[in-house]
């Protein structure tokens, strides 16, 4: 039989990022639309991590918290990135489950300095694979926020510049794989913003 292959080599298959996978135009874009969102739209989680008002989500499902004020769509100005990205790094990674996935759900981050996500592993009843955009306030500002990826005892992290898109997916996806956004540098000026793209299995 076999050996299976060590646990080392999941994240290194199941993970890629491509650095500038969307335009500058669809970063402008992308950009100046969250800047036009009331600061409310972000303060008004339901539970959870109300305090820091980091997060909306736009989906029909339910994905761990919700708040009233959330959309239940993906904005066509951000489903536009999206698709880029998915564009971009498809072919980097061909293992995904591309067939199944169709964005219908974006969770949007905001990180200020000093500011992160905690490993944690997402919900199965989404699509396991995830395309991930980031951008930034200041990207001239040589700040460079980081995904960290967790299996076990392998562990990789992989810089997130300014258009860049990530993908984790698979055996990078489901338990008992963990991913977290490193907390921003505090040299950091403005947001880091994430946008993860998604969409539901179940
Ligand atoms: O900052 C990121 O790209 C990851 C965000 C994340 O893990 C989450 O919202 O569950």
């Known amino acids: 039989m076999e050996p299976s292959p060590p646990s080392s080599s999941f994240l290194k298959d199941d993970t890629c990022l491509v650095p500038h996978a969307v335009s500058r135009d669809s970063a402008r874009i992308a950009l100046a639309w969250i800047k036009k969102l009331p600061d409310h739209a972000w303060s008004a989680v339901v539970q959870g991590r109300s305090k820091d008002r980091s997060r909306i989500k736009f989906s029909a499902q339910r994905f761990y918290n919700t708040a009233p004020s959330w959309d239940k769509r993906v904005p066509p100005e951000l489903l536009v990135l999206g698709e880029e990205a998915v564009e971009a790094v498809r072919s980097r990674a061909p293992g995904a489950p591309w067939d199944n996935f169709e964005i219908d759900t974006l969770v949007l981050n905001r990180y200020s300095k000093g500011k992160g996500v905690a490993a944690h592993t997402d919900p199965d009843t989404w699509v396991p ?74």
């Open 129 to 202: 694979l995830v395309v991930g955009v980031t951008l930034y306030d200041n990207p001239e500002g040589g700040v460079v926020s980081a995904m960290r990826f967790t299996h076990d005892r392998d562990a990789l992290t992989l810089p997130t510049p300014h258009r860049s898109a990530y993908v984790f997916h698979s055996r990078a996806y489901a338990e008992p794989a963990k991913h977290a956004r490193k907390p921003c540098s505090r040299g950091l000026q403005g947001y880091v913003y994430s946008f993860t793209f998604r969409s539901y299995a179940a």
